[in-house]
């Protein structure tokens, strides 16, 4: 039993990560997983390891379902800020390994809609073996997988040509934060560019396009936790350390410049936004 479940171990914690976005929740899964199995009667069980996967997505929908609960309880007046990791460094390869803006997505989705999505999509568990763990048909269970890809795919009208150009732009705008480069980022940002967001200025917009360039280098510090992804249908980036959104930068583009970036932190503001992964 033991040598069965140590087979499956790195099965079962990549589900758990996924569905949870926690290193730490996810190894709580695991260990209760264990548990559960070693006072279990597996003697009829003829598929062990899809025994497994159904006891661990069972016990993260229960956490996903008892965390929804606490968000409805509890109002936060600042951004929230990740939780407590054993091990930061290898949450943080963990989690940009798996796709930074994918576990922003996961974590707008209903507890059900990202079980169904991670465990058919990610892992192939057919509908009728997820169907039971949700509570629902088979073609409930598919609706809910459905509905999932959507958000995390974003609408179809995001997929135009302008995404292209818009991307490229972006990637040229990160690459200079993240060097700390103030010519290289101030060539990216058009003449008449205007910033909005947390300590731009009293009026919430600054058209200095080289003070503004200035500001944000000195204060790059997320740089390196930002993704590029799709919000709101456009090309923008998130700051999400180990895959939990704390800002999201908005960009209007124009011609190869950008003329406008808007920075959102406030919870409500990031609760509103529709966030999609970029491929």
């Given amino acids: 039993m033991t040598d069965i479940f140590e087979a499956n171990r790195a099965r079962l914690h990549g589900v758990a ?12 899964a695991v260990q209760e997983t264990w548990l559960r199995l070693s006072h279990a009667d597996t003697r009829e069980v003829a598929n062990l390891g899809g025994w497994l996967t159904t006891v661990v997505a069972r016990i993260c929908l229960d956490m996903l379902r008892a965390r929804a609960a606490r968000r409805e309880q509890v109002m936060e007046a600042d951004p929230p800020e990740p939780p407590a990791a054993s091990d930061p460094e290898r949450e943080a390869l963990l989690a940009d390994a798996v796709g930074l803006a994918l576990l922003v997505v ?5 507890p059900a809609e990202r079980l169904a999505f991670v465990l058919h999509d990610l892992f192939g568990v057919a509908f009728d073996e997820i169907a039971p763990i949700v509570g629902r048909s088979p073609a409930a269970a598919r609706q809910l997988a459905s509905r999932a890809r959507r958000r995390v795919q974003g609408a179809p009208a995001a997929r135009e040509p302008a995404v292209a150009r818009q991307q490229a732009v972006i990637e040229r705008f990160l690459a200079a934060l993240r ?24 009026t919430g917009e600054l058209q200095d396009a080289r003070a503004w360039a200035s500001r944000a280098i000195q204060n790059a510090r997320g740089a390196r936790a930002a993704r590029l992804a799709l919000v709101d249908g456009s090309v923008g980036l998130v700051v999400a350390p180990r895959g939990k959104l704390l800002r999201a930068l908005l960009f209007e583009v124009a011609g190869d410049r950008v003329a406008r970036v808007d920075v959102l932190a406030a919870p409500e503001q990031l609760a509103a936004l529709q966030i999609a992964v970029l491929e």
């Fill in 106 to 110: 996961l974590d707008t989705l209903e």
């Fill in 17 to 28: 990560f996924r569905m949870l976005g926690s290193l730490t929740e996810a190894d709580d």
């Fill in 179 to 202: 060097a700390g480069d103030v010519e290289a980022l101030i060539a990216v940002l058009d003449p008449n560019f205007v910033a909005t967001g947390p300590g731009v200025e009293r």
